[in-house]
T-cell receptor
């Protein structure tokens, strides 16, 4: 059964550095999402992406964040200048269609900003 | 391989009746299980959880049952209310880490 994959599983970075989190959604899915969960807190929606455009984003998704689908298979989340408070688990998800709200989640990338 | 599976993409029940949402997992190392409720463009909201040392946990109208031998858990909502209509995700984790989500089940509660 197909699954969403994410790399790396863990990343440690220095404050102010750029990080790119990578996701490979399920191949025939059209909608892609990023979520994050700060340790001990709720899972927060960051952004949804369709047809090479952001379709929705939360107030968390400010100018330091960007998403890209560079090659038709990867879906990336870039954080330009990481802050301590960016430390969290970042989940990617994909779905076949926006109305079909069942989403397949990846296993997450744990980001630690020092 | 999907380690957490929700085989029913949708479920429709009448208001006042019981809703039963099912979830299966393959990894016997999971020791903590959670149910989340989700609305569009929001993150999943935690609903109820259960540790692998228990087989039942109840919170108001919500009860989660865990059958470790069958690697199966279920969420019971009784009585179901129209406001319960949402997508429900089950999730499993190991050592409070490595959380895996199911694909979700859309519950519709009809008045």
């Amino acid at each position: 059964e197909p699954e969403v994959t994410q790399t790396p599983s863990h990343q440690v970075t220095q404050m102010g550095q750029e990080v790119i989190l990578r996701c490979v959604p399920i191949s025939n899915h059209l909608y892609f999402y990023w979520y994050r969960q700060i340790l001990g807190q709720k899972v927060e929606f960051l952004v949804s992406f369709y047809n090479n455009e952001i379709s929705e984003k939360s107030e968390i998704f400010d100018d330091q964040f960007s998403v890209e689908r560079p090659d038709g298979s990867n879906f990336t989340l870039k954080i330009r200048s990481t802050k301590l408070e960016d430390s969290a688990m970042y989940f990617c998800a994909s779905s076949a269609g926006a109305l079909q709200e069942t989403q397949y989640f990846g296993p997450g990338t744990r980001l630690l900003v020092l | 391989d999907q380690q957490v599976k929700q085989n029913s993409p949708s479920l429709s029940v009448q208001e006042g009746r019981i809703s039963i949402l099912n979830c299966d997992y393959t990894n016997s190392m999971f020791d903590y299980f959670l149910w989340y409720k989700k609305y569009p463009a929001e993150g999943p909201t935690f609903l109820i959880s259960i540790s692998s040392i228990k087989d039942k946990n109840e919170d108001g109208r919500f009860t989660v049952f865990l059958n470790k031998s069958a690697k199966h858990l279920s969420l019971h909502i009784v009585p179901s209310q129209p406001g319960d209509s949402a997508v429900y995700f089950c999730a499993a984790s190991r050592n409070n880490n490595d959380m895996r989500f199911g694909a979700g089940t859309r519950l519709t509660v009809k008045p």
